[in-house]
């Protein structure tokens, strides 16, 4: 746990030195069940060079991809989960996730459709005592460089209903950040993966970097 908390110590650090953002990556979270964690083609590798270009980062465009269940994820300060299927966590990933959250990590979940009702039961056994909330449109993820009045913008449909962005508190510190009936990540991908608007492309830009941005100031 030490060793997180001084990570995400060197975070703030890391705003104002570049050098040193050139060794942090942000991870890409593979996790056991049939779900397709891996879905993502380029999605991070072009939040991370939007970041660079827009909040002044200079982080490792190369993304690492790291195991619930390996001590590794304590060298990522920022982890990416997406996907469309089944989610499992054994006993000992959840206690290794939850000791990553609450040692001062963090974990953005992008539901890529179909997720949604497994990711609720893994977390859960991460976070038995805790629940899911949703955050209001007046919460400061959507007010960081890029203003979402109207919280996060709305990229794939899934079940016709309005985008909605949960969250994990510890201690009043967000640990984690879960949208829904929103897939931002796919409009991180290249226009042809997906062929989205590039409007709606940047906007879904603009939001990731709201998040890590929040992830690493807040």
Known sequence: MKRIIGTMLIAAFLLVNADAQRSIKLALLKYNGGGDWYSVVDALENLTQFCNEQLYM??????????????????????FMTGHGNIVFSDAEAENL????????????DDDYGMDPYFRVAIKKVFPEKELIELPFEHPVFSQKFR????????????????????????????????????????WESQEVHNNPEALRRRSLEMGANIVQFAFTQ
Do not use: M
């Not at 200079?58 to 982890?79: K, W």
């Not at 939850?98 to 979940?109: A, E, M, T």
């Not at 209903?161 to 201690?171: C, D, M, N, S």
């Open 98 to 109: 939850r000791n990553y959250l609450l040692g001062g990590g963090f974990l953005y979940v």
């Open 58 to 79: 200079s982080f490792d465009r190369n993304y690492g991809t790291v195991e619930v269940g390996s001590a590794e994820i304590f060298n990522y300060p920022f982890l």
């Open 148 to 187: 979402f009045p109207n919280g996060a913008p709305k990229v794939h449909e899934h079940d016709n209903k309005p985008p909605q962005t949960f969250a994990i508190l510890h201690e009043g510190r967000v640990v984690c950040v879960y949208t829904a009936e929103s897939n931002i990540s796919d409009g």
